[in-house]
């Protein structure tokens, strides 16, 4: 069992930045491929970044590429989103998520775990 706790979100304005973090509990967290996902109110969630258990593989979705950094600290059983240059249709929810896999994934349902999500909001 893994509980995702995000936090770091806020209001920016565009060309702004801001750093998100997922604190996980558990003592297994080293083991899990971990994502970050979004989602506008009415539409889909949308992968945005995903990191394998080690760090090796990291995977964007091309709207966010050169901007958006993922890493992770196995040791501080911590995720991180680092976004710059904003953009307000980056306005959305952002979740963070666990797969018991250890390769990431692009799809939603490939995760187990996720944390109740932190609101982004940039200003034109």
């Known amino acids: 069992q893994v509980q995702l706790v995000e936090s770091g979100g806020g209001l920016v304005q565009a060309g702004g930045s801001l750093r998100l973090s997922c604190a996980a509990s558990g003592r297994t967290f080293s083991t899990y491929a971990m994502g970050w996902f979004r989602q506008v109110p009415g539409k889909e969630r949308e992968f945005v970044a995903a990191?394998?258990?080690?760090?090796?593989?990291?995977y964007y979705t091309d709207s966010v590429k050169g901007r958006f950094t993922i890493s992770r600290d196995n040791a501080k059983n911590t995720l991180y989103l680092q976004m710059n240059s904003l953009k307000p249709e980056d306005t959305a929810v952002y979740s963070c998520?666990?797969?018991?896999?250890?390769?990431?994934?692009?799809?939603?349902?490939?995760?187990?775990?996720w944390g109740q999500g932190t609101q982004v909001t940039v200003s034109s």
């Open positions: 990191i394998a258990w080690n760090g090796g593989s990291i």
């Open positions: 998520a666990a797969s018991s896999s250890t390769i990431p994934s692009r799809y939603s349902q490939s995760y187990d775990y």
